[in-house]
């Protein structure tokens, strides 16, 4: 008994970039992104076999009480998305609600928070799932926060190198991989990429403090907490130039956790129950979305895979 939670931006945004856009509708609407996507759920349902499946989404990518924070977060995406407007067409946006569509279809769940992104409502499931075990299915490295070991394990499921290629990180494999405590991995790799900083989400992290310091100085002292009052004691183990450089960044570490932590307590609203359907809910829409958008063998593949899984 598993709960599966999809990043289900992450994975449509890696199969827009995988498949060609020379996969179209018969009007000549591209559907790489959704056909990618469809394949995507099937090898899920098939490989890890989930009872309960959520596919998460987001009402605001940029939201504004992370952006009152940290003017910076996000804010290079909005700047070439403008610089980029008359020059790249957007083939993307288009396939997102013929996405959305065949879930309702097939009767997966789906869930978001008005004002918060996929990364809360995955946050804010996970924290409240008592249960199940949950894994988180993403291509993206910011939810290594989430694992953890009670109350139930929580792991992710990488796909950031594809399907094929798909890890499975608990907190044992998230502490091997980047130098931090098995206990409390996950709150220990989100304080780690604070102080490492990521320009792919605008933060600016503390200048001079590389990963593997990070992590060591996050492991030595327990928490980033601990790190800034040893540092402001003047703690033997904190060199005097990374306090100085903690020092310079106090404004943005007072502001990282919320911004870069997930928010637990995100109002999420659930489309409907989230057990995973043995057969499509509507298989006549299903069929009519199939045809309209030539899904055919990506639909095909979804609906066995989840009569195989309910045998």
Request: charged share 25%; proline share 8%; aromatic share 6%.
């Amino acid at each position: 008994m598993t709960l599966a939670l999809l990043d289900s931006a992450s994975l449509y945004f890696r199969s827009f970039y995988a498949l060609p856009d020379s996969m179209t509708a018969p009007d000549g609407t591209p559907v790489n992104a959704v056909r990618g996507f469809t394949d995507t759920l099937a090898r899920i349902v098939t490989d890890r076999r989930p009872s309960r499946l959520v596919a998460c989404l987001d009402a605001d990518w940029r939201p504004k009480f992370r952006t009152d924070l940290l003017p910076s977060y996000k804010a290079h995406r909005v700047a070439d998305a403008e610089a980029n407007a008359e020059e790249v067409p957007d083939t993307l946006t288009p396939q997102v609600p013929v996405i959305l569509e065949l879930l309702e279809a097939f009767g997966f769940a789906t869930a978001e928070a008005a004002g918060y992104e996929a990364d809360d409502v995955i946050g804010a499931l996970t924290a409240r799932e008592k249960t199940d075990p949950v894994e988180v299915i993403t291509g993206d490295r910011d939810l290594f926060q989430l694992v953890r070991t009670e109350p139930t394990p929580a792991s992710v499921i990488y796909v950031g190198k594809g399907w094929a290629k798909a890890e499975v990180l608990g907190p044992p494999e998230i502490a091997e991989r980047y130098g931090v405590p098995v206990r409390g991995a996950g709150t220990a790799y989100a304080e780690m990429a604070m102080l490492r900083g990521d320009p792919s989400d605008g933060l600016p992290g503390v200048a001079g403090i590389g990963e593997k310091t990070a992590a060591k100085l996050i492991t030595r002292f327990g928490s980033l907490g601990g790190l800034i009052a040893a540092a402001a004691e003047g703690h033997k183990d904190v060199p005097p130039k990374t306090r100085v450089k903690l020092a310079e960044a106090a404004e943005y570490l007072r502001v990282a956790p919320t911004v870069v932590l997930t928010a637990a307590d995100a109002p999420v609203s659930m489309s409907g129950p989230d057990t995973v359907p043995a057969s499509p809910a509507d298989p006549d829409r299903v069929l009519e979305l199939a045809q309209r958008w030539n899904l055919g063998n990506s639909v095909t593949r979804l609906v066995k895979a989840l009569t195989a899984a309910a045998r």
